[in-house]
């Protein structure tokens, strides 16, 4: 099963809605340290809408899952939030702890990174599945029991009934994963937070994982926000993209138009240091140097040192997010019309000797 095989599943799901489910305004997280303050999320805004997956891309230490962690209010106590993070309507930022864990598990759901230390060694699947129902749900064990079957049913986890009895340890990668899919989607949420759901699992397996989370997708009839390293998989599953680099969304829109004309530099960076058929054989193309320290960000944009076409207002002056080829297409770079001129945007981190003549 290939990301042709999902992107064909994604184009015979149901449609995104018009209706607003999640809505992140001006996220800001910070978490003070003994060596400063370290900005780990700074303005993130998107909207999620009934049945849509919104893929959020970029490197480790961008935001990506402390902005996640944010939304499902699971940050330490340390940290220091701002903005607005809205379930239909509803500031979670100001509402009570109480309603807000109401909401947790229920109408906003997450599968975590790692399935081995998210599920609870000492108990078992079952168990943990029944937990999830019973801590919104005043229902019978019995009755929260055979929900969790039918979740590892609709998982594709063989004899429901007999893992229900098993722990963690007794489960593969993949079948771990399922069951935190299975966890996620007991309560049939409005909303499902993916951080990295494939993180660790052989290819063959992670295919088989994303095309179960787009079947159970369907199937409760929930938006998903998926998080991820991998290009491909935001290409084949997603219907909008979020770049984000040091803290911040660099590029938002449609995943067609952002893959095939990308308006920021880091966009075309993560796009062209993709494997290819052209590329086969030959050396990877990576993006050179490093992220920057979240707590000594360098003036101007953020990705100047990185960027090949950084002048010297980008060392002066950070880019706005600002519409660029219209089609609610957004980037932040002073110099994206002149991106937009090359005929191949991931051209501009090629060496001279790879630039054929």
């Known amino acids: 099963m290939t990301s042709v095989h ?20 001006n996220l800001q997280v910070s978490f003070p340290t003994d060596d400063g303050l370290v900005k780990a999320v700074r303005g993130v805004s998107y909207t999620v809408h009934e049945r849509e997956v919104l893929g959020i891309v970029g490197e480790s230490g961008s935001g990506k899952s402390v902005s996640s962690m944010a939304v499902m209010g699971l940050l330490p106590k340390s940290a220091r939030i701002s903005g607005a993070i809205s379930y239909r ?31 609870n060694p000492v108990h078992t699947v079952g168990d943990q599945l029944a937990e999830a129902v019973l801590a919104h749900e005043l229902v019978p064990y019995k009755q929260a029991q055979a929900r ?26 993949g079948m771990r994963q399922r069951a935190m899919i299975a966890m996620a989607i007991i309560n049939n949420p409005d ?30 009839d929930a938006a998903v926000v998926l998080i991820t390293h991998d290009l491909g998989v935001i290409a084949g599953m997603a219907h909008r993209v979020l770049v984000m680099y040091a803290g911040k969304p660099v590029e938002v829109g449609d995943v067609e138009p952002v893959f095939n004309t990308p308006r920021m530099p880091y966009t075309a960076g993560l796009l062209g240091s993709i494997p290819s058929l052209e590329t086969s054989g030959g050396r990877l193309r990576p993006i050179k140097g490093t992220p920057p320290s979240l707590i000594n960000l360098p003036t101007g944009c953020p990705f100047s040192p990185r960027c090949p076409m950084a002048t010297e207002v980008c060392t002066t002056e950070e880019p706005v997010l600002e519409e660029t080829d219209g089609g609610a297409h957004y980037a932040a770079c002073h110099h994206w019309p002149k991106l937009a001129e090359r005929a191949d945007p991931t051209a501009i981190f090629r060496t001279n000797s790879e630039i054929t003549p």
């Open 148 to 173: 969790a079957k039918e979740m590892l049913d609709l998982v594709g986890i063989p004899q429901a009934a007999a893992r229900l009895k098993s722990y963690p340890h007794e489960f593969s990668g």
């Open 6 to 25: 999902i992107a064909k599943r994604l184009s015979e799901a149901k449609r995104p809605g018009t209706t607003e489910v999640l809505k992140v305004e």
């Open 89 to 119: 309507g509803d500031d979670m930022l100001k509402m009570s702890e109480r309603k807000r864990r109401s909401l947790r598990g229920r109408k906003i759901a997450m599968v975590f990174q790692d399935p081995m230390t998210a599920l």
């Open 191 to 220: 909303v499902i937070i993916a951080d990295e759901p494939t993180t660790a699992l052989d290819v063959t397996v992670q295919a088989q994982i994303l095309e179960k989370l787009l079947e159970v997708k369907d199937a409760v």
